[in-house]
């Protein structure tokens, strides 16, 4: 059966939501249904894939901002991935992320959480390990501290105080104002404003399970504000839980007690276009260049296996990617399967332990080099559902 691949309109809705009920989480449907049909809704921003006129699978695309180091690039979060009972295996979800592609032609990298292993299938990786979280015992806001439900006209103030603990990340998803504006509206999270003695706070809470709330991006100027933010996000839950921030020196979540509960997961991430990033990320290879004394080649040749650049390299700055012949086993170039590059470019291992772990890493005489470009990366990233 042929499939045809489409913009999802407010028609599709009841279809939409009966799979969103039974493969994803009934409290979704009300979340699904604002973005699909309300006053913020984008064409496009939702994909069906229809086959003999059924809705059968699904997806929305969610623009946002990738950070890396000194420098920004457009990204795209995915989320409301669903395939119709009995259309699994026909590669519909694969034919629905080409089009999203296509839609949003300018991101250069694709983030998403879920579904175990399904991802990898289709060139994402498990990059950037999701923080840490810790049970907490419930707690109400400090004396001298107020709380508030943000709104449209925080949006502002929002992306400052995230600012504040994304600035000391060296890669950040972050929302958009844009994208602010849908996720403040939502039924199924409650993003709150604290005022008090030590400046703003803020912090989401997914409130749509009744066992508890999940606490997240939470920023704040001291314990007594996380303490008030995280209060009010989840007021009215006797259980909850919260999420660090990893590039929070502070700690602030840390300090709030309670039991610490490791992450064994971790944000799917894919690079689109290979050439197109390490463009882009010209800037920072030019920036930890020269704070590793290293002299500069003339130029830096990086094998994928199945594709090939060298960068060229003039007065310590790096240039545009120029594409060359595999060639893997040269002794000029540095090997990176096509596997490992989000976790080359954005993850938290770095080029040391990646070269360590993976026998396909070939640096020959280039491995300070490649160590010097390639550090490990302390991520921090929004995505539009709870971690």
């Not at 107020?146 to 929302?175: C, E, P």
Request: glycine share 8%; with cysteine.
């Amino acid at each position: 059966m042929s499939h045809v691949i489409r913009p999802a309109t407010a028609s599709d809705l009841d279809a939409i939501g009966e799979v969103i009920a039974e493969q994803l989480e009934p409290e979704d449907v009300p979340e699904a249904a604002y973005t699909l049909e309300g006053p913020l809704a984008r064409p496009g921003d939702w994909l069906v894939a229809e086959v003999d006129g059924e809705v059968a699978a699904f997806c929305l695309g969610c623009p946002c901002s990738a950070r890396v180091g000194s420098v920004t690039m457009p990204a795209l979060n995915i989320e409301f991935v669903a395939t119709k009972k009995g259309f699994e295996g026909r590669g519909l979800q694969r034919a629905l992320f080409a089009a999203l592609s296509e839609v949003f032609p300018d991101a250069l990298l694709h983030m998403i959480t879920g579904i175990a292993y399904f991802y990898r299938r289709l060139g994402y990786e498990y990059a950037i390990p999701v923080p840490d979280r810790w049970s907490l015992p419930t707690f109400g806001v400090p004396d001298g501290w107020s709380v508030r439900t943000a709104d449209a006209g925080d949006i502002a103030q929002l992306m400052a105080l995230q600012a504040r603990v994304q600035d000391r990340a060296d890669v950040a998803f972050t929302h958009t104002a844009d994208q602010w504006a849908w996720l403040l509206p939502s039924p199924n999270y409650r993003t709150v404003i604290a005022e008090g003695p030590d400046g703003p706070a803020m912090a989401r809470a997914y409130t749509a399970d009744a066992d508890r709330a999940w606490v997240f991006e939470v920023s704040a100027p001291s314990p007594d504000g996380a303490r008030a933010a995280v209060a009010g996000a989840a007021e009215g839950f006797e259980r909850v839980d919260v999420y660090e921030r990893p590039a929070d020196r502070d700690d602030i979540v840390g300090t709030l007690g309670g039991d610490r509960h490791k992450s064994s997961y971790a944000y799917y991430l894919k690079v689109l276009d290979i050439a197109a990033v390490l463009s882009e990320l010209g800037p920072e290879l030019t920036r930890r260049l020269a704070a590793s004394g290293i002299e500069a080649p003339e130029s830096l040749k990086l094998d994928f296996y199945t594709s090939a650049f060298e960068i060229p390299i003039s007065d310590g700055e790096f240039g545009d990617p120029q594409v060359i012949d595999h060639a893997t086993y040269a002794a000029d170039r540095i090997a990176v399967p096509p596997d490992l590059v989000a976790h080359l470019l954005l993850g938290p291992l770095g080029a040391e332990v990646l070269d360590e772990r993976h026998p396909d890493i070939r640096t020959r005489e280039r491995g300070s080099l490649f160590r010097a470009l390639f550090p490990p990366l302390v991520g921090d990233l929004h995505s539009w559902i709870v971690p």
